[in-house]
């Protein structure tokens, strides 16, 4: 059922044009101002949504004022009268010191001094491995430098033993 066929179908409800209709996770949510009202798409018959979608959006019947019968008069109300009195000030004598711990959590802030030493103490050695494993890479490449410069050592003397074959010509 489209939504040009609902409207047709309760064009009876003052703003009716406004409806829109949203399908989001298998229902289509209706919104007419500020009322949203939800239908799970394909468990209702279309006679069944279009009741109660009307249900839905029906203007509630406002109930006509009604006086309570009130008696206006031009003489004033009396008040009560009501005498202020200050009240004394009460003191508070404490004879016992305040207990600085009521939730027991004093020893929080040497716990949390503890937690914070116990990571550094992670975090040094974590740097201490990563200063390791800098070393060990450095040694690598040093030594990928010396079979480098030792390849170009060889490759030089095969390049001499073999000069010696092609130098001059035959006579």
Known sequence: MGLREVKDRLSHIPGIESLTVEQRNGTEIYSLGDQRFEIPKGNASVRSRVQSLANAFQPVAQPEFQPLGLIMSDEPTPLPTVEIV???IQTVVVSEPIKRSV?????LGSSIASLIAAIKGEVDAAHTDLQ??????????NTVKSVAKHLRTEA???RSSLGQFSNGGPE
Do not use: N
């Open 86 to 88: 200050p009240q004394a």
């Open 103 to 107: 939730t027991g959590a004093s020893h």
């Open 132 to 141: 390791s494993a800098a070393a060990d890479v450095r040694d690598g490449i």
């Open 156 to 158: 030089d003397d095969i």
